[in-house]
């Protein structure tokens, strides 16, 4: 037995829909700007290549179907955005895969909030400094149960939409992603070795909005499990 100096946290890990077993996590990816509208809005011309930043795995706020969650209201902003997402699921690590085999290695799927403190974002940015602060905070991450790859094969030219007390916030399709899943893929490995119980939120549609406390969030993709939220 490891004699360890006080007790490791539990694995975080995420309900798989349909089979009683867990999805352990191992790292949070994130896409930025990998809708063309989005990164109008948030002030780029939508040309260029998506970027990548990362959330730690205890930021997770699991959502159970048929529930709303509590999602607590973060310290240090007063601009709190919505970004609703389609989360991959890796079921297989690699390096250098290739985009071709990309899709090879997803376990599955399921619905994802990128939560924001905008204010903190956009403040660092025109300094030039990091902003993990602005999305690697606690609770930063909801997402429903995910949906095993086979269950969903329509999942790349889905819908996708987020309300904020039932008025429709964000809407769009999956197929309109810059980089599509495969080529996300294939990009990550490039760059870190990709490991199974990786999670990749892979962007935003446009219609990012601020809440407050009391806003309740319904955020889904067609072939999905929905996520329903209240801001506490």
């Known amino acids: 037995m490891t004699n360890y100096v006080f007790t ?3 694995v975080i890990s995420v309900p798989v829909v349909g089979t009683g077993s867990q999805f352990p996590v191992h790292r949070i990816y994130c896409v930025g700007q990998n809708y063309a509208e989005h990164a109008q809005e948030m002030g780029s011309s939508g040309r260029e290549p998506p970027f990548f930043f990362m959330k730690p795995a205890d930021a997770l706020v699991l959502c159970p179907p048929g529930q709303t969650t509590p999602l607590p209201y973060p310290s240090l902003t007063g601009n ?3 970004e609703v997402e389609l989360v991959v699921a890796i079921g297989t690590g690699g ?3 290739p985009v071709d085999q990309a899709l090879q290695h997803v376990f599955g799927y399921a619905v994802g ?3 924001t403190r905008r204010d903190l974002q956009a403040a660092l940015k025109k300094q030039g400094r990091p902003w993990c602060i602005a999305k690697g905070f606690d609770h930063g991450a909801p997402i429903g149960p995910i ?9 790349h030219a889905a819908k996708i939409d987020l309300s904020v007390n039932r008025s429709a916030r964000q809407h769009g399709q999956t197929s309109q992603l810059i980089c599509s899943v495969a080529e996300t893929i294939a990009q990550l490995s490039a760059a870190w070795e ?6 990749i939120f892979t962007g935003t549609p446009a219609g990012v909005g601020a809440v407050v406390r009391g806003d309740r ?5 067609e072939g999905l499990t929905a996520i329903n939220l209240q801001v506490v």
């Open 113 to 115: 909030l990128d939560m």
């Open 80 to 82: 709190l955005h919505h």
């Open 8 to 10: 490791p946290a539990p």
């Open 147 to 155: 949906t095993p790859a086979q269950a969903v094969p329509g999942i």
């Open 95 to 97: 390096k250098n895969i």
């Open 217 to 221: 969030l319904q955020a889904g993709i």
């Open 194 to 199: 990709l490991q199974p119980g990786d999670l």
